[in-house]
């Protein structure tokens, strides 16, 4: 069975500084993709950053950067220069077996203070 | 249209009623899923629909709930005799039908089972 976890369930961070939003995970394939989602108020989730395991270099977004330790089997996200606007819930997830049915971690609400 | 839509935004029900909620994909998104956020949960998926194949009903938690998706576009998703713990939030998403690809949220629907 695959597994995500997120040990974080609040993060707080002062704007225009930086926050790393923790995640660990499991699973047996060698192959997969693992995502950070964010979910803003409006409830629409929003694709942060993606990366592919077998990948060595860590994904990154504009100010979104991950650090993918697959041997620790941890995907953290790290928020450089932290604006308001990055305020919601951060889903971590992990590409099921079959390729499309995402596993989700339980999500670490980030909030963001001037 | 310009993304997913869902409706209605907010539904509130007595406890052993049926709700429909109606998924609206992007236009062309072959893939469509049905998650269900419960408060403080990550997301569960519930289902999977890719073009004209056998659905992925693997997510369902219980056969009151079906979902059908007519000509490849809008999805229904049934909740028969609701109960109280069906209460949460169904999100919809849409996707070009690609494994491990992006995927393209609705706003959700926030059910509530008195």
């Known amino acids: 069975a695959q597994t995500v976890t997120q040990s974080q369930p609040e993060m707080s961070v002062q704007e225009a500084e930086t926050v790393t939003l923790s995640c660990t995970y499991d699973t047996s394939e060698s192959d997969y993709y693992l995502f950070w989602y964010k979910q803003p108020p409006s409830r629409q989730m929003i694709l942060v950053i993606r990366q592919e395991a077998y990948k060595q270099q860590n994904a990154t977004e504009n100010r979104f950067s991950v650090n993918f330790q697959k041997a620790a089997k941890s995907f953290s996200l790290k928020i450089s220069d932290s604006q308001l606007g990055d305020a919601a819930m951060y889903f971590c997830?992990?590409?099921?077996?079959?390729?499309?049915?995402?596993?989700f971690g339980k999500g670490t609400s980030l909030l963001v203070t001037p | 249209g310009a993304g997913v839509s869902q409706s209605p935004s907010n539904k509130v029900t007595e406890k052993g009623k049926d709700v429909e909620l109606r998924c609206d994909p992007i236009s062309g998104h072959t893939a469509l899923y049905w998650y269900r956020q419960s408060l403080g949960q990550g997301l569960e998926f519930l289902i999977y629909f890719q073009g004209n194949s056998a659905p992925d009903k693997s997510g369902l938690p219980s056969d009151r709930f079906s979902a059908e998706r007519t000509g490849g576009s809008v999805s229904t998703l049934t909740i028969q005799r609701t109960q109280q713990e069906d209460s949460a939030v169904y999100l919809c998403a849409s996707s070009l039908g690609e494994a491990n690809e992006k995927l393209f949220f609705g706003s959700g629907t926030q059910l509530s089972v008195l």
């Open positions: 997830a992990l590409d099921s077996n079959s390729g499309y049915a995402l596993n």
